[in-house]
């Protein structure tokens, strides 16, 4: 090959195609390592020990106009200098600009990660998505896990316990992980006696985690195909989404609980879903100076840089009557992030304590943060910090006494 036509072939093909041609020209073949190093012209102070001590005179004729004379030790005669400047790789990866596509259908997501998945030792992605790939397998925007429903339209429902997971009747239930079916069946609230999650299947797993059993809980289901005692398979179908019990519409209400198979013991699913290929979790804790949680406080997580209002995503931190996982002591938690930059933004909600963090999402794992300062907070139902600071005892949470979507 001319070494004139280099630039076209630069222009023209992608990354792989030009990294084929440049690093075939280096090192004779693509199956090498890029890392390998690529041939360049030495100083002879840093010639490599034990390499020819005799200075080499070469003379390299790049196109046929130019010639120079390179002294250089042990350098193969061959170097071409495409164009008389030469494009090392990485800035013919720089020129690479990737073609996107054609855009993906709205809320397509990239395929799940296998389970288990855990490349940090706090993660514990162990759970495939209760719903398949092809069906909406994320969760609710706006009823996120430990908070109130978010959209001010609607009437307070009550702190969300689980994700919903809103989807045709009929869509398949699976199996988030091995286990026995130890419920399978109405739900009535032993507080009382209404029928809030419907036609409900309950799964103790097969394994532990810190010592303590593991429950999956899918509620509203319309048709069941385990009973209890079944042993069920990952994965398995177990159920058809439906819109039984207290529900808007048909959806998937999915519970994780920890210890205890009951209500207050739920955690928050994101951390045990395994993410999609590509897309991580941001996870944190916001805490007075005292170290104690800071419930319902304002969140926005801004995509950096921000090309598109529509993926600003907003929630509170955790009501305080809402369970921390065990490894992460979190009390937020963003699932389904694609791996980037972000800066998240705080609000007390009080006008003053107003915090901005940059954080980077990974694929495949969480990224942690702790947000915390020099402040008391004291949980009322409108925290407002004063010179003097009233402590007051926290109000548990009683339910409205509304029709709501989850049981
Ligand atoms: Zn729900």
Redesign the pocket.
Known sequence: MKTSNWLSVINNRGPVVTLCVLLAFFLGGCGRSPLAAVPTLMPAAFAPKGATTTPTPLTLVADGQRQRDVTATAVPTTIPTPEGRGIRPREAEQKYLPDAGPQPPANWRPPPYDVPLAFHPDDHYWLIRPIPSGSRNFDLEW?PFGNDVLASSLPPYRI?H???FPNQSGTPVLAASSGTVIHAGSLPSPRDGVNYYGNTVVIQHDWQWYGQDVFTLY?HTLELFVAEGDYVAQGQLIAGVGSSGEVTGP?L?FEVRVGQNNYNAARNPALWMAPYEGWGTIAGRFTDRRGRMVGSASLQLRPLPLLDEDLIREQRTYDLTVASDEAWQENFVFGDVPAGDYELFIDLNDGIHRYRREVTVYPGQTSFIIISDNFDFYPTATPIPTAVPTPTPLTLYTPPEIAT??G
């Open positions: 009823y969300h689980g994700i919903d509620a959806h209400h979507p989850e």
